[in-house]
């Protein structure tokens, strides 16, 4: 069975012949480790492309992901600014909304007019020529509770979640039909799955309550779009997210990708065989700083808590560093690859 149709075994809650292995993300990972800062590699199609194939080659990831790392371009294309760094991904500097009231004046036309977005979208296609028939070909990028709060600002939109919840609606309302837009991009240029990432609503920044009203419904909602044009969606929330993991399956996504603070085990019991899983080895204390051994050990444990029902891929914890040395990251995808399900 190809790498593609295994792991698309496994998100279709199917019979896949091993324990499907995806890198998470890792555009930092990928062009800081060949050299390369973000800024350099978002300028040609040609050379991402060609970078992500052959460290793919040496990585052996089910999923190769477009568009790693450049989460905050939107912003920049509908008028915020942003900052590339040296090693790791790229911060906002100026927010996009000073009020809820400016998205009248936001065109979202103008993703398209990007050159960074627009060369991604590119590299999606060139990826998707080159080995989409042996790999599945995805897209990365922020969900529309995270989205939002790049576009208004983080600590504003938590504000007025106490304080304007009308404008937090307005604001995650708008960031939910901007996901939708920048991704459906990837897909038409060949991404079969869209990697949805919402840090900002962490079971260790917000609330079930304010997650359950603010996060779940325009995920939903995305996602509901998303599928109804034909894409696969994993969702990945950082930190612990235990106390609402009941919540995940109504929100319409194939898989839960889920952070090194929350038990696998736990995620097996609550979501049974109603939905695909992922994680979650240390990205930091193993991956970066483990032995392959200590790797490949940790990634025993994942599959052992998983039970082999099939419907486990395993994946960090979260985003690649630039540190994790090549070695640990084979050492969790052979890992994988070694072991065949029932």
């Known amino acids: 069975m190809k790498p593609k149709d295994n792991v698309l075994e496994t998100i ?51 999923i190769v992901w477009a568009g790693s790392g450049f989460n905050n371009l939107p912003v920049r294309a509908l008028g915020g600014k942003i900052k590339f760094r040296v090693k790791g991904t790229m911060d906002v500097q100026e927010p996009l909304l000073k009020t809820a009231a400016d998205i009248d004046r936001i065109d979202l036309d103008r993703l398209g007019e990007d050159e960074g977005i627009n060369n991604i979208w590119e590299t999606t296609a060139l990826l998707d020529r080159a080995i989409g028939d042996q790999v599945l070909i995805g897209a990365c990028g922020w969900g529309p509770f995270t989205l939002g709060a790049q576009f208004y600002g983080t600590e504003r939109l938590m504000s007025a979640i106490y304080k304007d919840r009308p404008a937090v609606r307005a604001v995650l309302d708008f960031a939910a039909e901007a996901s939708f837009r920048y991704y459906e991009a990837y897909r038409k240029k060949g991404a079969r799955i869209i990697s949805v990432a919402e840090p900002t609503a962490s079971g260790d920044l917000i609330s079930r309550e304010h997650f359950e009203e603010f996060a779940i419904p325009y995920l939903t909602k995305f996602i509901k779009k998303s599928k109804e044009a034909g894409s696969l969606n994993l969702v990945h929330i950082c930190g612990n997210t235990t106390s609402r993991l009941d919540l995940i399956p109504g929100t319409g996504a194939d898989v839960y990708s889920v952070d090194y603070k929350v038990d696998l085990a736990r995620v097996r019991d609550v979501f049974g065989n109603r939905l695909a899983y992922a994680g979650n080895i240390n990205p930091a204390g193993i991956l970066v700083n483990g032995t392959p051994d200590e790797v490949a050990a940790a990634a025993r444990e994942c599959i052992a808590k998983s039970g082999g029902q099939g419907n486990f891929i395993m994946m960090p914890g979260c985003d690649l560093s630039p540190s994790v040395p090549l070695a640990n990251i084979r050492a969790m995808i052979e890992t994988a690859l070694d072991s065949p399900l029932q």
């Open 12 to 62: 279709r809650l199917g019979k896949p012949s091993r324990v499907a292995a995806v890198l998470f993300s890792g555009g930092a990972w990928t062009f800081n480790n060949r050299g390369l800062t973000l800024e350099q590699a978002v300028a040609s199609p040609d050379l991402m492309a060609q970078v992500i194939v052959e460290t793919n080659a040496k990585a052996h990831s089910d």
